[in-house]
């Protein structure tokens, strides 16, 4: 079997939010149809977003349902951090020391979907 192409899908109910959340902090672009978004970095599809009128946020970290989350691996942490707040994105669990040499902090996007900021 040869996949030719792999989209990772968000549910949610509120498609401009959630595509727009996407589109920002990956550097990238919204194309969007009634019920499905598609978020394209450098022109490639690297997202999508399906319209879920009763999407159930996750409830982090032992809620359910639990679902899938992203880790973004930056070379500027601090920069990242602000633009995904900017966004708006919610802290879901700080990181224990912001001066480690290597550590993660988990937020949520607008839809509620969980994902980490990472460095080192």
Known sequence: MKIKRQII??????LAAESSFWAGLLG????????????????EERLGVQLAPNHVPPDWPDGT????????????????????????????KPARDLEAAEGFQVYADPAGHPFCLCWG
């Open 28 to 43: 990238g672009t919204v194309q969007a149809d009634d019920d499905w978004h598609s978020v394209l970095v450098d022109g």
């Open 65 to 92: 349902p639990q679902q899938i989350h992203l880790d973004l691996h930056v070379d500027d942490f601090k920069a990242a951090h602000e633009k995904a707040i900017s966004l708006g994105a919610r802290l879901l």
């Open 9 to 14: 899908a968000f549910d949610a109910a509120d």
